[in-house]
């Protein structure tokens, strides 16, 4: 097993077209080996700091520390995206293969494959085609994909959106055994406070491009989906709730204040500064 890299942002902003500042100063750590959640009103810069996590996406200030280094040319940084993206002429078992060939180990051995298909439940469906898989069996495959390399680093960005939230738990519970399997950090962006809770060890909470709270989660582990149903997870859906209103009023009235009348001719950064 791969040891898991600490993630650490510094300081990180994007900003688009040096007009858009879709992520403004953003400061916080994921040790190595935690789950964290990256959760918000939709546009507050949730996808776009993750992509600059993966190195998709530069950042116009701060930084990005993976310890120990993670390199995403040998599949120790795997991202997983909401859509399965799997290649449609290609099987369950040659779509979990392909980071091993395209990454520097080139290799042709299926034994990891089937391995991380195994992990994902999917033995019985190594040789099916996309189109003859579910949804919920589409994306185990792009899991046991990211997983092939064994990374160090795991980011999502909502895996189980498209899914039903009976497939969701399912899934949540199964990447819940993949984590003790393997040991990667994960950060995932998601829209489901349930899924945040369930999941991770810490929440993010984001509006407006910045940090607006991290909120440690005192679940203890291992957990499982019966957690849902419990008087402290409801409690604390609660708290994960008002933090995610209080980042979406603080969208709102940053919108009001960066939308000026012609007349008033003001720039978000003069109104900020
Ligand atoms: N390539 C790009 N060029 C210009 N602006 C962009 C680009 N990518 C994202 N943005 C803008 O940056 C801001 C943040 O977008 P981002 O996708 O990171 O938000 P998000 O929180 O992930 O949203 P959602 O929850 O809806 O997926 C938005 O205003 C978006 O329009």
Redesign the pocket.
Known sequence: MSAASQIQCRDVS?V??DA?T??RDVTFTAAAGEIVSLI????????????TMAGL?SATAGTVTLEPAAIARRGEIAFVFQQPALLPWRTSLQNASLPLQLTSSRTDDPTAALDALRAVRLDDAVDRFPHQLSGGMQMRVSIARALVTRPRVLLL??PFAALDEMLRNELGQLLLDLWQQYGFTAVM?T?NIAESILLSHRIVV?GN?VVSEIIDNPMPYPRNVDLLRTPQFADFYGHVSDAMRRAAECETNLNTLTKPSNDQRVTSEETFR
């Open positions: 994007v688009f077209d858009v879709a992520v918000g009103p939709s546009g507050c810069g949730k996808t776009t700091l993750l992509r996406q960005d909502e962006v829209h984001m491009g």
